[in-house]
């Protein structure tokens, strides 16, 4: 069962079909092997994989980061940042690191945020000297932030798939998220002495304090998110709801930089994102219910019962096979793929399944920067109008750095579980 699941889902996959359609006739294909054909339960659990209450802050956050885009507040990020570090060596560099983070903190997508940076931060990188390929590398290293500091698309997928409480999934990514940006950080200070760049002159703190001033209702945003959300006031469905409207609102009324006409290519763009994400998840739901049927899970635990008395050997070998998955597959047909297989191990091995899913995430971020699927680097590429050899010189030290956080994360545990306990 395992060979025919996974036998006709890659080789759909590499004759080139769609990654949903390929996930439908791999359920097709196991549906036929199980002798339980029938194409209503096929239409059922389509239905019932797209109707599902958290999946709607998918669309919800999908409108907030087309509203931040078009309204203003990712411009007002980089400006704020600018004041603040611009005129430090390599500065452009950590400006780029701290929006990554304010951008994660407001819509949770990273092909969103890194394509925003991106074409706000290579311009004046390569303007101001910093190597085209290493700058390219940074801001696509730091837009994989985005699915693990809140709110994060990920840990909604994740958690609908797993059932995991999606709130404590997300206050779980806040430490990890910034372990990766200070890496970051650090690695960039290492690299960007190579560069002889132009430096911003240093603002006046009359100036600082007027940018922040710019940015006040933009870096409002993620402190109305997580304080909702840590203080129980909202779920993250309606958490995604709160930041749809407040991003229009702000860009609207505030900035005034979103007009009534722009409003419809606005909802088009977010409708359209949304579309290709919930009807991945709808079809991952019918290969998951025919694994569940098929009993592959209890299959799996079979074959790695020697092993499941050493719950960090189960994570390394896991996260070892999630790594080698993230080279071929997009983000979100992997998490909806391996979630329902492999929470059942998790659980009989007795690891935490919200550490597991932090863990999983980061993993299935890193994956975007791996060629040949990786869609950061296709975004980043396309921005900076490089090639994928030419960002793979530039971003090897900053992927380097990531994987070393992911390794930390496995052999020490309490980096995600202890300030977990603390903001819940």
């Given at each position: 069962?395992?060979?025919?699941?996974?036998?006709?889902?890659?080789?759909?996959?590499?004759?080139?079909?769609?990654?949903?359609?390929?996930?439908?006739?791999?359920?097709?294909?196991?549906?036929?092997?199980?002798?339980?054909?029938?194409?209503?339960?096929?239409?059922?659990?389509?239905?019932?994989?797209?109707?599902?209450?958290?999946?709607?802050?998918?669309?919800?956050?999908?409108?907030?980061?087309?509203?931040?885009n078009a309204g203003g507040l990712s411009q007002r990020i980089v400006q704020m940042a600018m004041s603040m570090v611009g005129h430090i060596r390599g500065g452009l560099g950590y400006v780029a690191i701290i929006?990554?983070?304010?951008?994660?903190?407001?819509?949770?997508?990273?092909?969103?945020?890194?394509?925003?940076?991106?074409?706000?931060?290579?311009?004046?990188?390569?303007?101001?000297?910093?190597?085209?390929?290493?700058?390219?590398?940074?801001?696509?290293?730091?837009?994989?932030?985005?699915?693990?500091?809140?709110?994060?698309?990920?840990?909604?997928?994740?958690?609908?798939?797993?059932?995991?409480?999606?709130?404590?999934?997300?206050?779980?990514?806040?430490?990890?998220?910034?372990?990766?940006?200070?890496?970051?950080?650090?690695?960039?200070?290492?690299?960007?002495?190579?560069?002889?760049?132009?430096?911003?002159?240093?603002?006046?703190?009359?100036?600082?304090?007027?940018?922040?001033?710019?940015?006040?209702?933009?870096?409002?945003?993620?402190?109305?998110?997580?304080?909702?959300?840590?203080?129980?006031?909202?779920?993250?469905?309606?958490?995604?709801?709160?930041?749809?409207?407040?991003a229009l609102f702000v860009g609207m009324v505030i900035y005034r930089q979103i007009k009534v006409a722009d409003l419809y290519q606005l909802l088009v763009r977010a409708a359209k994102m949304t579309s290709v994400?919930?009807?991945?998840?709808?079809?991952?739901?019918?290969?998951?219910?025919?694994?569940?049927?098929?009993?592959?899970?209890?299959?799996?635990?079979?074959?790695?019962?020697?092993?499941?008395?050493?719950?960090?050997?189960?994570?390394?070998?896991?996260?070892?096979?999630?790594?080698?998955?993230?080279?071929?597959?997009?983000?979100?047909?992997?998490?909806?793929?391996?979630?329902?297989?492999?929470?059942?191990?998790?659980?009989?091995?007795?690891?935490?399944?919200?550490?597991?899913?932090?863990?999983?995430?980061?993993?299935?971020?890193?994956?975007?920067?791996?060629?040949?699927?990786?869609?950061?680097?296709?975004?980043?590429?396309?921005?900076?109008?490089?090639?994928?050899?030419?960002?793979?010189?530039?971003?090897?030290?900053?992927?380097?750095?990531?994987?070393?956080?992911?390794?930390?994360?496995?052999?020490?545990?309490?980096?995600?579980?202890?300030?977990?306990?603390?903001?819940?």
């Amino acid at each position: 069962m395992i060979g025919v699941f996974i036998g006709s889902l890659l080789g759909t996959m590499a004759l080139g079909m769609p990654i949903a359609f390929a996930l439908l006739l791999s359920g097709v294909a196991l549906m036929f092997f199980l002798g339980i054909f029938d194409s209503q339960i096929i239409a059922q659990n389509l239905i019932n994989g797209a109707d599902n209450f958290p999946l709607m802050a998918i669309p919800f956050f999908m409108l907030a980061g087309e509203a931040m885009n078009a309204g203003g507040l990712s411009q007002r990020i980089v400006q704020m940042a600018m004041s603040m570090v611009g005129h430090i060596r390599g500065g452009l560099g950590y400006v780029a690191i701290i929006a990554s983070v304010l951008f994660a903190s407001l819509s949770g997508s990273a092909v969103a945020d890194t394509a925003a940076l991106g074409a706000i931060l290579i311009p004046m990188m390569v303007k101001s000297g910093y190597d085209i390929n290493r700058s390219s590398g940074l801001i696509a290293s730091g837009g994989i932030i985005a699915p693990i500091i809140p709110p994060s698309i990920g840990f909604i997928i994740f958690g609908v798939t797993s059932g995991v409480s999606i709130t404590k999934l997300f206050m779980a990514g806040i430490v990890p998220g910034v372990m990766l940006a200070v890496g970051l950080c650090v690695t960039w200070a290492i690299v960007a002495h190579k560069d002889k760049v132009q430096v911003a002159p240093r603002k006046s703190i009359k100036e600082i304090l007027i940018s922040i001033r710019q940015g006040f209702w933009a870096l409002l945003l993620p402190v109305i998110i997580i304080g909702g959300l840590r203080g129980g006031i909202f779920t993250p469905t309606e958490a995604a709801v709160v930041a749809a409207v407040y991003a229009l609102f702000v860009g609207m009324v505030i900035y005034r930089q979103i007009k009534v006409a722009d409003l419809y290519q606005l909802l088009v763009r977010a409708a359209k994102m949304t579309s290709v994400v919930m009807f991945l998840v709808a079809a991952a739901l019918v290969s998951s219910w025919l694994i569940t049927v098929a009993n592959l899970p209890a299959q799996v635990i079979g074959l790695l019962e020697p092993f499941m008395e050493h719950p960090l050997l189960i994570l390394l070998m896991i996260n070892l096979l999630i790594i080698l998955i993230g080279t071929a597959m997009d983000m979100t047909p992997t998490i909806l793929i391996l979630t329902p297989v492999l929470m059942p191990v998790i659980q009989q091995a007795g690891i935490d399944p919200v550490y597991f899913g932090v863990l999983f995430i980061i993993n299935n971020a890193i994956g975007l920067l791996t060629p040949p699927v990786g869609t950061v680097l296709n975004v980043v590429c396309g921005v900076s109008k490089i090639s994928m050899e030419d960002i793979m010189k530039g971003i090897w030290p900053f992927l380097l750095v990531e994987v070393i956080v992911l390794i930390l994360l496995i052999l020490f545990p309490s980096l995600v579980t202890v300030p977990l306990k603390w903001f819940t």
